[in-house]
Every structure is written in structure tokens, then in C-alpha cells.
């Protein structure tokens, strides 16, 4: 009869402390959603016109090319370049830019024919030549599968004029299609949301950052002070290295909404999101397999449990009805952030399924780590240049 009543206790001290957390979320949401950085749809004029270059570093890109280009000569700011640097694509990518740039005469199509030094991630070895041949006073990169609102170019320098920031990244809104996209793509970007809050990391002195490779606005002469992409060419993921290398060299480097103004669809479907994600979840925690681990506890513990409250409903009342308060604030909390990235807020009701996914991604994750089975992405494998088994960095090489 002790060790029951032991066990209630315990699990009723848990899911209380569980309940606890959830409600500290919950008032912490209230207050953040009104105050975070927004971009506006209908942004006002920039007091000047600076020329801004964009770069879009594409391999196997022609689902999505077409439009990403059109929505950029949509844009209501006008002073722009654009350079599409094609990476060997397999496809039709260079034949649809090359159709674009002879309708328009602002988009050039760079095609590069060699490899990337093996200590050099090919995207950011793609972005660095494509600046090299760009004239701007700003610099944009952004990918492919990203959708940009007419007004989005004009709200990102619009804000940087206002603010004085040197580099701008954003926090996207969501396109997605099918269960699993709908389901795994916003709890994600909401982690983000979570973990990098934009109004504390935008404050002066601040040394966190957070960044989305979705789009990037650089001035030009930050971009040299950083150290350009070279400064971070071997590093998973780059994005944020590269922010955080602007934290460094005390430029001012913000992170902004930008759920209404750019919209991406980063993977389709669910073997795309697993196997995109699986590159992140690791390098991400400086390929400690520790952190690592601990993501799958907060997936599951934190997240999936509240859940559960209905197989405890007879035996642990108390503790049911504290895990059922934690689930509903997460729902409520996830559907008011779903909105904020534009994604659908029914969306928070698969909360845990994308709970349970998280874990697999990130035991897929320790797995390929274990096994030496590196990084895979866009048909390369990308090693570790460390091979020890905790902490060993955010550096990686081709395999060759």
C-alpha cells in the first residue's frame, strides 16, 4: 500500500511541475505574441532606394524556381538584381532560369561547374560565388522553395533603415500540404519560435542569435566585416554560424516575423521532412549526442505525455486531470503560434504525433552519428571533422 501511495505522489508531483511548466508557456505566449517583431504586408516607403542584389544558390530546384523568381518580380521595391547560381542541377532548374533572365534582364543565371572544396558546405560555396558576381549595396539569399509577398523586400529593408540592422534574418511563414507537412513543419518552426525569441536576441548586447536560412538580408560592407560565407564554410548549419559570427563582430543582427510577408515549403512530405531534419537536429547541438538525447526526453516527456491523460483517468485521477490541463495549453499555445506562421491552427491537435516524429529525427540522427554515416543532403554526405563521440563542433567535410 506505501509504494502505491509513493507512486501516486510521484506521478502527481510530475504532472503537477509538467502543468506548471506549460502554464509559465502559456502567459509567456500572451505576452510575446503583441510584442515580437512583425513584418508588415503593407510596409511604408524606405526614405532611399538602395540597390539590393539577391543571390539563390539552387541544385535540383525546378519544382519550385519558377515561382520563387516570380514572386521576387512582384516585389514593389524595384532596385534589384538578382543571381541564380545553378549547382550541377540534374534537372531543368538552368533551363528555367535561363528562360526567366531572357525576360528579364535583372536575373542572371551563373552556372558552376566545379566542386566545393571538401571542407566547404556547397551551398555556402554557391553563395559566395554568386556575390562575387552581384553589385548591390544589400545582399539577400534565399532559397528556392521559398514564396515572398509583394511587399516583403520593401518591409525587410524598410525595417533594417528603421533599426539600424546590419543583417536580418526571419522567422517564415509555413506552406504546407498533407498530414505530415502540416504536422511537423509548424511544431518545428514554433520550437524555434520558442527557443530564439525575437525580441530578446534582437536587443543591443544580446550574444544569442537565431537565424532561418529562408532568407537573409545583409549590408554589404557587414557581409565583409563578417568575413563573408567563407568565414562559416564548413559549418552545419551555416545560418546560424553565420549570425552568430555577426553577434561577434558586434554588428547589429536581428531576427523578425515574417509569417504574412515569406512563405516555404521546405520538404515534401514526410521522407523529405525526416531525412532534412535529421541533418539539423544534431549539428544543431554541436553533435553532442547528450543534447541530442535530451531533445528526445523534452519530445516525449514534456510533450507527448501530457497527451496520455486519458490511460490514467481511473487510476491516477488527479495526475489525468493535470496532464489534460498541460495538453490543452499546448494546443492553445500552438494554435495561436500556428497563425502567427500562417500555418492551419487545427494543426495543434497533432501536436503529439509531431512529438513522437521529433524523437525518431533525432535518434535517426544520434544513430547516422554513431555509425559515421555523416549528413546527407542533396546527394552529398557530409562528415564531421571531429570524430570524438560528445561535443565535437558544428564543422563537416564532404566525403569524398
Not at 159 to 168: G, I, K, P, Q
Not at 209 to 225: C, E, I, K, M, P
Request: glycine letters at 6%; one cysteine or more.
Amino acid at each position: 500500500m506505501t509504494g502505491i501511495i509513493l507512486r501516486e505522489w510521484a506521478l502527481f508531483i510530475i504532472t503537477f511541475f509538467l502543468a506548471l511548466y506549460w502554464a509559465i508557456k502559456f502567459f509567456q505566449m500572451l505576452w510575446r505574441l503583441p510584442r515580437d517583431p512583425r513584418l508588415s504586408t503593407s510596409p511604408p516607403d524606405p526614405p532611399f532606394s538602395p540597390p539590393v542584389s539577391i543571390v539563390i544558390a539552387v541544385r535540383d530546384e525546378e519544382r519550385n524556381i519558377a515561382d520563387c523568381i516570380r514572386s521576387f518580380q512582384a516585389q514593389t521595391y524595384r532596385n534589384w538584381e538578382m543571381v541564380v547560381v545553378d549547382d550541377r542541377s540534374r534537372d531543368r532548374t538552368a533551363q528555367i532560369v535561363r528562360e526567366l533572365a531572357g525576360e528579364d534582364p535583372r536575373i542572371r543565371l551563373l552556372q558552376n561547374t566545379e566542386n566545393p572544396p571538401p571542407d566547404w558546405s556547397a551551398q555556402v560555396w554557391a553563395n559566395g560565388k554568386g556575390v562575387r558576381e552581384s553589385r548591390g549595396e544589400w545582399l539577400v539569399f534565399t532559397d528556392a522553395d521559398t514564396r515572398h509577398h509583394p511587399g516583403h523586400l520593401q518591409a525587410t529593408l524598410g525595417y533594417c533603415l528603421a533599426n539600424r540592422a546590419a543583417v536580418l534574418s526571419v522567422i517564415p511563414g509555413q506552406i504546407c500540404r498533407g498530414f505530415w507537412e502540416n504536422t511537423l513543419q509548424p511544431f518545428i518552426f514554433w520550437l524555434f519560435w520558442d527557443y530564439y525569441p525575437p525580441r530578446s536576441v534582437n536587443r543591443a548586447g544580446c550574444r544569442r542569435a537565431g537565424a532561418s536560412g529562408t532568407f537573409f538580408l545583409v549590408r554589404r560592407d557587414a557581409y565583409d566585416t563578417i568575413g563573408g560565407w567563407a568565414a562559416v564554410h564548413n559549418t552545419i548549419p551555416d545560418d546560424l554560424a553565420f549570425m552568430e559570427r555577426a553577434k561577434e563582430k558586434g554588428l547589429a543582427a536581428h531576427l523578425v516575423i515574417a509569417g504574412q510577408t515569406l512563405r516555404v515549403r521546405m520538404y515534401h512530405g514526410w521522407r523529405e521532412s525526416f531525412e532534412g531534419w535529421s541533418r539539423y537536429m544534431l549539428s544543431g547541438a554541436d553533435n553532442n549526442i547528450a543534447i541530442a538525447l535530451l531533445e528526445v526526453l523534452y519530445a516525449l516527456a514534456f510533450n507527448l505525455l501530457p497527451f496520455c491523460f486519458p490511460f490514467l483517468a481511473f487510476r491516477f485521477p488527479a495526475s489525468s486531470i493535470l496532464l489534460a490541463l498541460s495538453a490543452a495549453l499546448i494546443v492553445l499555445i500552438r494554435r495561436q503560434v500556428n497563425r502567427l506562421l500562417g500555418a492551419a491552427p487545427a494543426g495543434a491537435f497533432s501536436h503529439p504525433a509531431a512529438a513522437a516524429a521529433l524523437a525518431a529525427i533525432a535518434l535517426n540522427a544520434v544513430f547516422r552519428r554513431l555509425a559515421g554515416r555523416g549528413v546527407r543532403w542533396k546527394g552529398r554526405i557530409y562528415l564531421e571533422v571531429s570524430r570524438s563521440l560528445f561535443w565535437t563542433g558544428k564543422e563537416y567535410r564532404v566525403k569524398e
